[in-house]
């Protein structure tokens, strides 16, 4: 046992130098893409011994296969929505979007908003809080801060050298929101540098390319005019290549969104295309929840719409995306108020979910050999496919008054006709997730692009069943190999549901967001308020990412 | 010289007398939002579909933690209600009393739940009569 947790330590040692010495070089901070390499047999996993994974302890235990707790901290008590590791200098920070409520600050000895939570986690087994960023005051509804992203200025193109960035969402549903830059160079003394945009509704969660400094704000606003179905959202882009100077650059979100659209006259895009129609099967099309872009060499964004229901997922050319309204042909008011032609333009692919999926994260990998097909096949040339994984998210309690919600692989190799390879999923039971309370099924993808993890494994949030990590070397057959269930703690907040006429309420921690620092760390944090936990890979899973794995 | 052992037994004195005084004049104060055995008792006190927000204020004080989950206005039917959170410990062991107001700012739930929760059972919570919420709180 110890020889394998040593050599479990070892290994994950021995990549970490690999992954972080080039940590800046992937997107959001450089434009380089890992390549992948096969590890896997000609047989891919077909025919493998899937190892199912083992059923979970009881619900008031922790539960863990192939993962290791390394370290933890309870926020303050705060439900956190996204995690998001920088290595900043060589410190490594944890910054955590909290999502709406208050609650004491033990350094500073006040009451604070949710807002942002900033943790030295350099030392995984002893992390260290340094600092909250309070959220808005007032109602309670108003508060939270529930996106981070972080820039060094040393590659923001006007930056100042050696400082570091931190952009957030200022509030999530009230009516008065933003989106804010902060100076986090001193980590332990944050300082607000400029609101960029305010007078926001639904802030969300955006993109900041570092090394050119475009940010994709995801917001919407009652007085833009623009139409969406549930989350009133959209892209708002900006260029922060300077943070203290932001430049807007154009509003962006799906064809039937646009101010000028006849909502109530507008017909299918693809049924009966016309100069007035709706993408997908919503009018209008729900709201964009958190673009990703590959940067300005892969020329590509992936945005997800509609969260949990009347999804869309679509595939945009940046530079058209960026440009367009500045094309000597565009409209007066392309920015604000494009035509249909005009969001049409950068559009490069397209494709409906069913009414019960919505699009809550798309994550590209690009690039993935097919281990079948690295020889003998009809050209003999290695076969790779680009893929997407695309989560729709659970939003309901006790899995009452909604199908399951999974996440799949898609095949984007061509790009104007998306289409599914496979389907990552957890049953029910074991663990019987749906009696256990909180919400069951899949929320979000993890979306560090880091070697060795990337086109290796895949994370995905599974609210009340864990964070869940499967081997999708062969993204035909992807392969379930490690789990993290949290068990809830005294700070975790309860549940409460209707059930067969009784309200109940349960204990239950909910994984809101897997991440992954350039260490191989796991970041599981937790929606329900019970904290972050630090963990590593161990055994099969561990075996996936090594270079030599077979 | 001689009234060097006066002085220092009247310090003493007044250093014995010193946390005493302090007591009275500002009691320490419980952690923001634990209750004390007699807000405990009077919990019956709060009642669903009929008890405000200044009430409960009232009641029991300033809570220890709010909370509010309307993820991106998205939130499921009653998902965004305003939860706030107390802690109290009582013979059974430490507890979070946990009440939900609904969107007139009226306890729509409570429920006094056990940090440890053998297995992970549930807890009966208190509801206000008639209410249509299928998935509450978060």
């Not at chain 1, 005051?137 to 590659?155: D, E, F, L, W, Y």
């Not at chain 1, 000028?260 to 009966?272: H, I, L, P, Q, Y």
Request: aromatic content about 8%; some cysteine; glycine content about 10%.
């Amino acid at each position: 046992m110890r020889v394998a947790v040593f050599g479990a330590v070892l290994t994950l040692a021995c990549l970490a130098p690999a992954a972080r010495g080039l940590a800046q070089a992937y997107p959001p901070d450089g434009r380089n893409i890992p390549a992948i390499d096969n590890t896997e047999d000609a047989s891919g996993a077909f025919g493998q011994d899937l190892r199912a994974p083992p059923p979970p302890n009881a619900w008031d235990r922790e539960s863990a296969w192939n993962m290791k707790v390394e370290g933890f901290d309870d926020n303050q008590g705060r439900p956190i929505y996204q995690p998001l590791v920088v290595n900043q200098d060589g410190r490594e920070i944890l910054y955590l979007g909290n999502l709406a409520g208050n609650l004491l600050n033990p350094l500073t000895g006040q009451v604070e908003p949710n807002g942002t939570s900033i943790i030295d986690v350099t030392d995984v087994h002893q992390p260290k809080f340094l600092f909250h960023i309070p959220g808005p005051p007032g109602t309670v509804g108003n508060a939270g801060a529930q996106m981070v992203r972080v820039c060094s200025g040393s590659v923001l193109p006007h930056g100042e050298k050696g400082k570091w960035y931190l952009l957030r969402a200022y509030g999530n549903a009230g009516p008065d929101e933003a989106h804010q830059v902060w100076d986090v160079t001193d980590p332990a003394a944050p300082k607000f540098i400029v609101t960029i945009v305010s007078g926001l509704s639904n802030t969300h969660k955006s993109w900041w390319e570092c090394d050119t400094g475009i940010a994709y704000l995801v917001a919407g606003s009652k007085a833009d005019g623009w139409h969406q179905s549930g989350p009133g959202q959209h892209l708002k882009i900006y260029d922060l290549s300077d943070p203290a100077k932001p430049v807007y650059i154009r509003d962006f979100g799906l064809v039937g969104q646009q101010p000028d659209a006849d909502v109530a006259n507008a017909k299918s895009c693809t049924a009966a295309p016309g100069p007035n129609c709706y993408e997908g099967n919503k009018n209008p099309p729900a709201g964009v929840h958190g673009p990703i872009s590959m940067g300005a060499t892969v020329n590509r964004l992936y945005l997800p719409y509609g969260v949990g229901k009347d999804g869309v997922i679509q595939i945009l050319d940046r530079q058209k995306l960026l440009a367009g309204c500045t094309s000597p042909t565009a409209s007066p008011n392309c920015a604000t108020r494009p035509t249909q032609a005009e969001l049409l333009y950068p559009q490069l692919g397209v494709i409906a979910m069913n009414a019960e999926n919505g699009g809550h994260s798309s994550m590209p990998i690009l690039g993935v050999p097919l281990p079948a097909e690295q020889a003998h096949f009809s050209d003999g040339k290695p076969q790779k496919k680009d893929l997407l994984i695309v989560v729709s998210e659970a939003t309901a309690n006790n899995c009452l008054g909604q199908a399951e919600h999974n996440a799949w692989i898609l095949d984007i190799t061509d790009e104007a006709a998306p289409w599914p390879l496979s389907t990552l999923n957890v049953p029910q039971s074991p663990g019987d997730f749906c009696d256990k309370g909180a919400r069951f099924g899949a929320h979000a993808v993890a979306e560090a692009i880091y070697p060795p993890y990337y086109g290796k494994i895949v994370g995905v949030s599974w609210f009340n069943a864990g964070a869940r990590v499967w081997d999708i070397r062969d993204p035909r057959n992807p392969r379930p190999i490690a789990y993290y269930i949290q068990a809830p703690n005294k700070n975790t907040v309860a549940s409460c549901a209707r059930l067969n006429g009784n309200a109940v309420c349960h204990n239950a921690a909910m994984n809101d967001y897997v991440e992954f620092d350039d260490r191989g760390y796991i970041y599981a944090a937790d929606r329900s308020g019970s904290g972050v936990t630090i963990l590593s890979l161990t055994g099969d899973a561990l075996k996936a990412v090594t270079p030599q794995a077979k | 010289m001689r009234l060097k052992p006066l002085a220092v037994a009247t310090f003493a004195a007044l250093c014995s007398l010193a946390p005493i005084a302090a007591h009275a004049a500002s009691p320490t104060p419980s952690p923001a939002g634990t209750l004390t055995q007699q807000q405990i008792g009077a919990l019956g006190k709060i009642v669903p579909g009929q008890s405000s927000r200044a009430d409960v204020t009232a009641l029991l004080g300033e809570p220890w933690r709010v909370v509010q989950f309307n993820d991106c206005g998205e939130a499921m039917d009653g998902q965004d209600d305003e939860t706030w959170e107390y802690r109290g410990a009582d013979a059974n062991g430490g507890f979070r009393l946990h009440v939900e107001f609904n969107e007139h700012g009226m306890v729509h739930l409570f429920a006094k739940i056990p940090d440890a929760a053998p297995g992970g059972a549930g807890t009966a919570a208190k509801v206000e009569p008639g209410g249509s919420h299928m998935g509450m709180s978060m």
